[in-house]
Nanobody, 126 residues
Framework: QAQLVESGGGLVQAGGSLRLSCAAS????????MGWFRQAPGKERQFVAA????????YYANSVKGRFTISRDNTKNTVYLQMNSLNPEDTAVYYC???????????????????WGQGTQVTVSS
């Protein structure tokens, strides 16, 4: 079971950028689909992005497409989320997650992710 630790959250003004990182333990990192989810107060956990390991495939929620970029470095067991043009609606706790077997639109489903980080707060001020 992978253990995940996020970093890089913080406070930023609208229009600004942040880069989140998620470091994973274990030697099987490359076998997992890595995803980012977020949860704002009083709202359900929401899919943000996912990166497939065995291909260069990526998936994005419509709300972040064109602004966020997910990438992974399997040599460093790390996945990144570059967030640009941030707006106050992006304020949430962001979670990194690993799925051993999701595919396609299934990767949008948080229940298919078996390992989760502790979360990192992102706050965007207007």
């Amino acid at each position: 079971q992978a253990q995940l630790v996020e970093s890089g959250g913080g406070l930023v003004q609208a229009g600004g950028s942040l880069r989140l990182s998620c470091a994973a333990s274990g030697r099987t990192f490359s076998r997992y689909v890595m995803g980012w989810f977020r949860q704002a107060p009083g709202k359900e956990r929401q899919f943000v992005a996912a990166a497939i390991s065995w291909s260069s495939g990526t998936y994005y929620a419509n709300s972040v497409k064109g602004r966020f970029t997910i990438s992974r470095d399997n040599t460093k067991n790390t996945v990144y989320l570059q967030m640009n043009s941030l707006n106050p609606e992006d304020t949430a706790v962001y979670y990194c997650a690993a799925s051993p077997d999701c595919s396609g639109y299934g990767c949008y489903d948080f229940s298919l992710y078996t390992a989760w980080g502790q979360g990192t707060q992102v706050t965007v001020s207007s």
